[in-house]
């Protein structure tokens, strides 16, 4: 198991910029009345076929020439399941790659979130030419961002340009307060 979910989430946002991603969605569905937390990572990268679908379940399996093994997807997929929940994969060559894992919270191995707003901070500033959208949903409403609008908005600064940091985390810890079922 791993310390916390942001950690799978950093990872699948890693393997979709690997893939040659341009953009990526992100969608935590945080439901507490249903005892469920729900990831999900969708990307326009390059996509796999059925082989290698198959083959990246599988920990002794990387794409990765600096790697000798893969265990992010294997390990989140032992981790949904482990937690009462599931997990799915699906891609199409060319046209990207969906990956779902959906937990039940209160499961005693089910990981904390973690903290999101640095997790997601560390996605802006580190992939800040991927476009990103992120939206986390929960009983107490939405938040969502697009790196695209907010670099609309910033002109030729980059992410991470001390003044533009200091906007996304005041942007990030307020849209997240108002929504976010607990905090890490």
Do not use: W
């Not at 999900?40 to 990387?62: C, I, S």
């Not at 991927?130 to 938040?143: A, L, P």
């Not at 001390?162 to 307020?174: A, T, V």
């Amino acid at each position: 198991m791993v310390e916390d979910l942001c950690f799978h989430l950093h990872d699948l946002v890693q393997n979709s910029a690997a893939a040659g991603a341009n953009n990526i969605s992100v969608t935590i569905s945080d439901q507490t009345a249903k005892d469920i937390i729900t990831m999900t990572v969708e990307d326009d990268g390059k996509g796999m076929d059925r082989r290698t679908l198959v083959k990246v379940q599988d920990p002794f399996f990387t794409s990765k020439n600096f790697k000798k093994v893969g265990l992010g997807i294997p390990l989140l997929k032992a981790t949904a399941q482990s937690c009462r929940g599931d997990f799915r994969i699906s891609s199409r060559v060319g046209h990207g790659t969906k990956v779902r894992a959906r937990l039940q919270k209160s499961h005693v191995d089910c990981p904390p979130l973690g903290d999101l707003r640095e997790t997601l901070l560390s996605l802006l500033v580190g992939f800040d030419m991927i476009n990103i959208r992120f939206t986390y949903q929960s009983e107490k409403g939405e938040f969502a961002l697009a790196s695209e609008e907010i670099r609309g908005q910033v002109g030729d600064l980059h992410f991470s340009h001390p003044e533009i940091q200091r906007f996304l985390k005041g942007y990030i810890h307020e849209g997240l307060a108002r929504v976010l079922v607990t905090l890490a």
